[in-house]
């Protein structure tokens, strides 16, 4: 997303064509993660750093806070399984075994 300052004024049917409610949404962003709560919605997942304060180079500190590959594929498989797990057709309340 370019700009949130932008999209926010946007219409509720934009943003819903944009990012729709049940779109899987993931977001990484290299701040705190809350802001982007907002964009993945409660089933989405936010790759961010939770605190302030650490100072070294930022491939050492993305590695500290967890901003890695391995964690947006880890999330990314997460949200697969979400949506898997979510559209599965529920088994019956009663089984009825066929006749032959």
Same mark, same amino acid.
């Given at each position: 997303?370019?700009? *949130?300052? /932008?999209?926010? #004024? ?7 064509? $944009? ?6 949404? !993931?977001? !990484?962003? &290299?701040? @705190? ?6 964009? /993945?919605? #409660? *089933?989405? /997942? $936010?790759?961010? !750093? ?13 590695a500290h806070f967890? !901003?890695?590959?391995?964690? $947006?594929?880890? &999330?990314? #498989? *997460?949200?697969? @399984? #979400? &949506?898997? @797990? ?11 075994? &066929?006749?032959?």
């Amino acid at each position: 997303m370019p700009c *949130t300052n /932008v999209f926010d #004024r946007q219409s509720d049917a934009y943003q819903e064509m $944009v990012l729709p409610l049940g779109l899987p949404a !993931i977001a !990484i962003e &290299a701040a @705190h993660p809350d802001f982007w709560r907002k964009y /993945v919605g #409660r *089933t989405g /997942v $936010v790759v961010g !750093i939770a605190s302030f304060g650490e100072s070294a180079p930022a491939k050492d500190l993305y590695a500290h806070f967890g !901003i890695t590959s391995k964690r $947006v594929v880890d &999330a990314a #498989r *997460t949200l697969a @399984h #979400r &949506a898997a @797990h979510r559209n599965a057709v529920p088994l019956p309340d009663q089984i009825v075994v &066929a006749a032959n």
